[in-house]
C-alpha cells in the first residue's frame, strides 16, 4: 500500500474510532447520573462531527482512487502512443503489455487480434504463447459480441495447464472503425483481486487503445493518399521532361541527322534508367545528371548560347530529394529566361542552413515582371513555368514538410533566382 494510502486508511481508523468513543462517553455520562439532556445533546453534536468527519473522509478516499485510476489509464496510453502508432502487430502488442503490466495491479496483460495471441506479459507467460491460437471462448465471444466479459475461474479462463495460477481476468474489445479488431486482458491470481476498480480501469484503458489504433489507421491513409499525390505529381513532370526533350531532338532531325540520332540513343538510355527506377528519393548527384543531360539536350539546339555551372561539392551531393526538381527549374530558366541575342548564363550552388540545404539555380535572364512575381507558384499560372514550379514546390513540400519548398527571388531584365529548401539525409537513412 502507497504511504498516501497508509495514510488515507489511519485517518479513517481515528474517525471510527471518534465515533465509539463518542458513545462510550455517552454510556459512562449515563451511569454516573449526569443530567441527560445536556449528555444527549453532548453527544449527538460529538456524534455528528465524528460521522461527518467520516463521510468526508470517505467522499475523499473514492475521488482520491478515481485520480489515481485516471492517473494508471493515462501513464499506459501515453507509454503505448508510440507503439500503436504503428498499428496492431507481435512487436507493438509485445510493447503495450508489459507496459500495461508495469502500470496495473494485474497478475498478467494479452493482446490478441481476432484469431491469434500477439502478446503476453506476466505470470504464466511461460505457457501462454505469443503467436498461437485464441484458446478462451469467452475471448470469441468478446470479440463477436464486441462486449467485455469478466472471468471468475480457472476453467473459464480456459488453460489447458492445470498449474496455471490465473483464475480470474477481464476480457475488453479493442475496435477500429466501430467493430472489434482485438482484445485486451488482465489476469489476476485470485478472483478477488478483480475488484469493479479494476474493471473500470480495464474498460477505460480499452477505450483510449482503440482510439490510438483509430489515429495510427488515420495516419496511415493520410501517409498513403499523400504518397499517392506524390506520384501523381511526379507522373505530371516526368512526361513535360521527354515531350520537350522529344521537341529539341526532332528541331535536329532536319539540320543534323546524326547528331539527333546520337541524341535519340542518349536520351533512350537515359530515360529507361529514370522510369526503371523505383526510388521516391534520389541522391542530389543523379539530379545533377538528369540536368547536365538535359543541357546537353538543350545545347545541341542552341548551341554556345547556353552556359550551366554546377558548384556543389561531392559531399552535398549525397544529400537525397526527390527525381526531377533541379532539371525543371533549369529548364524554366531555358524556356523562359533566354534573351533574344546573347548567351544565358545558369548557375547551381548551395547553402548549408542548420538542418536544411538551400539550392540555388540562377540566370542572368530576363527576369519575371514584378506584377507576375507572387503570381508564379500559384496552380495553372503562366505558360509551362507555373506548372513546373507549383509541382516541385508540391513534392518538396509532400517529402520534407511544410518548412521546405520553392523560393522565387526575380527582377524584370536582370535574371531570376529559384531557392529550393530540402531537409538534409544522408544516402542509405
Known amino acids: 500500500m502507497a504511504a498516501s494510502d497508509r495514510k488515507a486508511a489511519g485517518i479513517d481508523i481515528v474517525m471510527m474510532g471518534a465515533v465509539a468513543v463518542t458513545g462510550g462517553l455517552a454510556a459512562v455520562g449515563i451511569f454516573f447520573g449526569f443530567n441527560r ?8 453534536g460529538l456524534t455528528a462531527v465524528a460521522l461527518d468527519g467520516v463521510y468526508a473522509r470517505m467522499r475523499t478516499r473514492v475521488d482520491h482512487l478515481q485520480a489515481m485510476q485516471s492517473h494508471q489509464i493515462l501513464e499506459i496510453a501515453n507509454e503505448s502512443l508510440s507503439w500503436l502508432r504503428r498499428g496492431l502487430t507481435y512487436e507493438t502488442a509485445g510493447a503495450v503489455c508489459k507496459i500495461a503490466l508495469q502500470e496495473s495491479q494485474a497478475a498478467a496483460v494479452a493482446i ?5 495471441v500477439l502478446g503476453f506479459a506476466g505470470v504464466a507467460e511461460g505457457h501462454h504463447e505469443v503467436g498461437g491460437p485464441i484458446l478462451t471462448r469467452a475471448t470469441h465471444e468478446a470479440i463477436e459480441k464486441n462486449e467485455n466479459r469478466i472471468l471468475m475461474t480457472h476453467d473459464d479462463i480456459g488453460c489447458p495447464r492445470a498449474d496455471c495460477p490465473l483464475e480470474s481476468a477481464i476480457i475488453v474489445p479493442l475496435e477500429l472503425r466501430g467493430g472489434p479488431v482485438g482484445t485486451l486482458k488482465f489476469y489476476y491470481t485470485s478472483p478477488a483481486e478483480l475488484t469493479e476498480t479494476q474493471v473500470a480501469m480495464a474498460e477505460g484503458l480499452g477505450k483510449l487503445l482503440s482510439t490510438q489504433l483509430e489515429l495510427s489507421e488515420l495516419e496511415r491513409q493520410t501517409e498513403l493518399a499523400c504518397r499517392m499525390e506524390l506520384k501523381a ?13 522529344i521537341n529539341t531532338v526532332a528541331a535536329l532531325i532536319r539540320t543534323d541527322p546524326p547528331k539527333a540520332r546520337e ?13 526503371e527506377s523505383s526510388e521516391e528519393l534520389i541522391p542530389l548527384r543523379t539530379e545533377l545528371e538528369y540536368v547536365r543531360k538535359y543541357v546537353m539536350f538543350e545545347q545541341a539546339r542552341f548551341g554556345d548560347r547556353i552556359e ?14 526527390p527525381a526531377f526538381v ?73 517529402y520534407f514538410g511544410s518548412g ?23 544516402v542509405g537513412n
Open 37 to 44: 439532556p445536556i449528555v444527549a445533546v453532548a453527544i449527538l
Open 112 to 116: 490478441t487480434d481476432t484469431e491469434t
Open 233 to 245: 505529381l511526379q507522373a505530371q513532370i516526368n512526361p513535360h521532361f521527354l515531350f520537350n526533350t
Open 263 to 275: 541524341l535519340l540513343r542518349e536520351f533512350a538510355a537515359f530515360y529507361r534508367r529514370t522510369l
Open 308 to 321: 550551366v555551372k554546377v558548384d556543389v561539392p561531392p559531399y552535398i551531393r549525397d544529400v537525397l530529394v
Open 326 to 398: 533541379l532539371q525543371p527549374i533549369v529548364e524554366n530558366s531555358v524556356q523562359h529566361g533566354l534573351p533574344p541575342r546573347g548567351t544565358l548564363h545558369v548557375r547551381i550552388d548551395y547553402r548549408v542552413l542548420e538542418d536544411t540545404l538551400h539550392l540555388r539555380v540562377s540566370d542572368d535572364g530576363v527576369g519575371i515582371p514584378s506584377a507576375d512575381l507572387p503570381r508564379v507558384l500559384e496552380p495553372g499560372f503562366g505558360k509551362g513555368l507555373g506548372i513546373a514550379l507549383k509541382n516541385v514546390d508540391d513534392r518538396l513540400k509532400g
Open 404 to 426: 521546405c519548398g520553392l523560393s522565387v527571388d526575380s527582377r524584370e531584365g536582370h535574371g531570376t533566382t529559384v531557392t529550393l529548401t530540402v531537409a538534409l539525409a544522408p
